[in-house]
């Protein structure tokens, strides 16, 4: 190690490697940006494999430490903003304060700039020492134990040195990392591929853009990096069968001002952003086109836009050749009934739908779809929709609850069970929503069901201070209702949870606790189901 700082130039003309090395280190010591960097970029220049791990531990090190230091620097900023804005601009130490603001805000832009000229030049370095060998590179970026920074470095510099090698375990990386992080950097590096395939991937990821996704944002720059040379892969968006690539598409085509240079560039053009009547102004070259972007428009969230495109497809005399598309075509016109009548093929579909998201602008919208693609569900009777409907049980708009609460006991998985009884103490002054659950769970003929009535009726019913003492006593005359109409009802199923019960029987010396109530409850039902219980649960048929 050094005692004084060392001369990178000195060991740069003796290509001395361990002595840079050396470097890097002792600027990891010091937290010394400009030394890493002098002594990184001599390394790079010499392309010597050992200096590799050295240059990722000391990079990481030192971009740690710079963190920090930016860090105490931002919780100081706040501090002064604040002072600065309690204070006031009378009193004598404004300017004073004002002054340290600009300092400190110039200080943390100068810690931002030398992280960035260190992400820069690692890059650049990792793609000088591996342009001979960048199947070594493909390698390290393709293991998954390696640290997830020094992969995101190592994509970036793939996408420096250009080997085609590289396109398909970055577009790998793009579409299943589970780390966006790395997942960016693969976007990144594809964009400086004139490769079609990395342009296919790029588009591919556009799906992610509007759900808020980086690395599809990421995709986005990159398709506008390579330039206007990926307008002919981008007028063909509607065959991804996704409205928001074709948006995402659309406003990379205009940010070109891309013009088509025939009537079939012009239709798929036309396609792609949404102006359909223009497509149909071309004749039957935009058949191809227009279909690909309606079924996109149906399958969309937009509400307006599956409405319009119901509409075009009414206008055109549209004749589906795939049923999936009958589908959404059905849940466009929210003709719930068809859906029912397509069977299983509508089952995932409708599943999507209830997954929608309610804004300001489509909520009454969305809530009608939530509820009719509910009814439809419950009635295919297909468990795949079981942990969607479960979600709905608890939407605010009771009516959808309660129709969840009628597919789900149409549906029978035993899985419902315990939802439905929570959704039933949470809403047991709202009569129709508990005779609804109530009616439900009655249909769920399983041992779950029973299990689901009875710990609620043996936990957790105690009496709160006299300001609850009413709703607690409603809960319980809730559970207890729920329990002796829907467990006679099921009949054997439920006789091993309720013998289970009496078995763990604990009397209870609290005069504001039900348990005893709850015990005897129990018993009554054994009674009604043909069993005498005695206590500890043996019984005699």
Known sequence: MFFFKPNVERMMRKRDVEGLIKALKYAEKDGDSKIWIDAA??????????????????FKEVVDKLAKQRMQYVDYERVLRKTIEDLGERTVTYKQ???????INSLISELDKKERNM??????????????????????????NRDALFRIVAARALGKIGDSRAVEPLISALSMEENYSIREAAAEALGEFKDQRAIEALISALRGIYLGAGWAWVAKNALEKIGPSVAKHLIFAPKHNDWRICKAAAEILDKFSWKPANDEEAAWYWATKGEWKKCIDLGPVAVEPLNYALISALKSKDWNMRTAAVKMLDELNWKPTQQEDVVWYCIAKKDWEKCVTLGAVAVEPLISVLKEIETEQNWVDVRDAHKGAAWALGKLRDTRAVESLISMLFSKHE????????????IGDPRAA????????????????RDTIVGALRKIRHEETARAIIDPLLKGMRIPPVVDQRTQYEKFETIRRAAETILVDIGDPVIGPLLEALRNEKKSQDPFDYVDH???????????????????GNTDK
Request: net charge negative.
């Open 41 to 58: 970029n001599a390394l790079g220049e010499i392309g010597d494999f050992r200096a590799v791990e050295p240059l990722f531990s000391t």
């Open 399 to 410: 009516e959808v609850g309660m129709t969840a609460a009628e597919a789900l006991g149409e």
């Open 518 to 536: 709850a015990y005897a409850i129990i018993r009554d039902i054994l009674k009604k189901l043909g069993y005498e219980p005695t206590h500890g």
């Open 418 to 433: 315990r939802p439905l009884v929570r959704r039933l103490l949470e809403r047991y002054y709202y009569y129709d929503f």
């Open 119 to 144: 992400n820069e030049v690692i890059v650049e370095v990792l793609a000088k020492i591996y342009a001979l060998a960048p199947e070594s590179l493909i390698l390290l970026f393709r293991d998954k």
């Open 97 to 103: 304060l004002v002054g340290e603001l600009k300092k």
